[in-house]
């Protein structure tokens, strides 16, 4: 038999700060801790597939990224997109490209932790 990949199964940004940028996805994404976590990491209790930050792997030098994550295009589904923005904007939290109806609901795009760029969407 001939091994096949399902899809994504786990998501992890590599972050400086892992304390930081938990607390910036508690806060603003209302994301709540998995009862555990591997050292160096925090792990979300998110469905349909765990979603944590951590410590750069062996070899990745965050200092030596001009963006992080850049190339790839990470997307929060949320009960209400507007509110979510409209949550984000007034804490201070850079938006990117604002609220847009698209293929997925409404959406848009903002910085995440360390420079991350995330899109949220729905409701």
């Known amino acids: 038999m001939t091994a096949t990949v399902d899809g994504p199964d786990f998501i992890a940004l590599q972050v400086r700060d892992v304390e930081a940028a938990a607390a910036f996805c508690e806060k603003h ?8 976590s591997p050292p160096g990491a925090v792990v979300f209790a998110t469905a349909p ?4 930050v951590r410590e750069p792997l062996p070899g990745m030098d965050l200092d030596d990224v001009a963006r992080p994550g850049l190339g790839v295009a990470l997307w929060f589904r949320t009960t209400d997109a507007q509110e979510l923005h409209d949550r984000l904007a007034a ?3 850079p938006i990117i490209t604002p609220p847009k109806d698209g293929p997925f609901g409404r959406m848009f795009t903002f910085t995440g932790p ?3 760029t995330l ?5």
């Open 49 to 52: 597939i765990p979603f944590a």
């Open 29 to 36: 994404l209302g994301l709540r801790r998995a009862s555990a």
């Open 119 to 123: 899109t949220a969407h729905g409701g």
């Open 114 to 116: 360390e420079g991350y």
């Open 91 to 93: 804490a201070g939290v």
